[in-house]
């Protein structure tokens, strides 16, 4: 039996129990592959994550969710980051690298005037794959209708990292009556069995937001829902340069809301710039500590 201490952080918000839950396991290096899953399933959150060390970068993260390992993770990032740097780990450093699943990725840490910690994380370039399946089919397993998904932007699989499955919705009301059936979307997603489902819209909560979305889990995660998700956020500023913008000319910076729906209400910063006739994304958010707790496995 061994005892394994996790702090629980927030990302995305700066309001503890609101933005998305993350767990942070700091001695990672501890703890063999199998123990790391161990403890994510105890945890129970959507990700728990786990710092180590790396041979190609400052550091290296590992992401898990209750069911399996994730290349990337953006709130876990924030959770992790934010952990390491409030409790001296980092020392002075303000710019690094990370290593994950998804390649090594740039990070900055600043602060804002009133000496709240942000952290900036540059994302995997974003790639898109066409969704072939039944429109009616996949409303159905979000427990909306046909007719709620606007037809004039095209749904399809994005991935600055993780993938996901964009689908664009009329109205912000359609939100509230959505109820995931998970088991469902790997028969669904035939192109991508294992891709989560990442509904959003142009209408918002927040006057400052410029896009709404919520996030559903694969069946194979062991979780339904994300309250705020930084992978697919980014993503959705790709698509947002790409088909609804169509032409961005330096730099596109966007507020992301969700988690309105399940009373947890975060924000994630997208910019969105050209380098080498490519998409280039990062996102920037906050974390905030909430308590820590010990698990055994």
């Not at 399933?41 to 992401?63: C, H, M, Q």
């Amino acid at each position: 039996m061994k005892s394994v201490k996790v702090y629980h952080y927030d990302a995305f918000s700066k309001e503890p129990n609101k933005g998305n839950p993350a767990g942070v396991v700091l001695n990672g290096n501890d703890l063999t592959d199998r123990e790391m899953q161990e403890v994510a399933l105890k945890v129970g959150f959507n990700e728990t994550a786990f710092p180590v060390k790396s041979e190609i970068a400052d550091l290296r993260i590992r992401y898990f969710t209750p069911g399996h390992e994730m290349s990337l993770c953006g709130h876990a990032t924030m959770a992790t980051v934010y952990a390491l740097k409030t409790t001296g780990l980092l020392g002075d450093k303000t710019d690094f690298t990370i290593e994950t699943k998804a390649g090594v990725l740039p990070i900055k840490i600043g602060s804002t005037t009133d000496n709240k910690t942000y952290i900036t994380m540059k994302q995997a370039s974003p790639l898109f794959k066409d969704y072939k399946g039944s429109t009616e089919d996949l409303a159905n397993s979000i427990g909306i209708t046909k007719e709620d998904i606007d037809d004039k932007l095209p749904i399809l699989y994005g991935s600055t990292g993780t993938w996901t499955l964009l689908i664009p919705i009329k109205t912000l009301a359609a939100f509230k009556k959505m109820k995931p059936n998970n088991k469902l979307f790997p028969k669904i997603l035939k192109e991508m069995p294992t891709a989560s489902i990442h509904p959003f819209c142009l209408e918002t909560y927040d006057p400052d937001a410029n896009m709404h979305a919520r996030h559903f889990s694969s069946p194979f995660s062991g979780t339904i829902e994300d309250a705020v998700t930084g992978t697919a956020s980014g993503v959705m500023g790709a698509y947002f340069a790409k088909f609804i913008k169509r032409n961005i000319e330096e730099s596109l910076n966007l507020v992301v809301e969700q988690g309105q729906e399940i009373d947890k209400d975060g924000r994630v910063l997208v910019n969105v710039s050209m380098a080498q006739k490519k998409l280039k994304i990062e996102i920037t958010g906050n974390a905030v500590y909430v308590d820590e707790f010990e698990v055994t496995i």
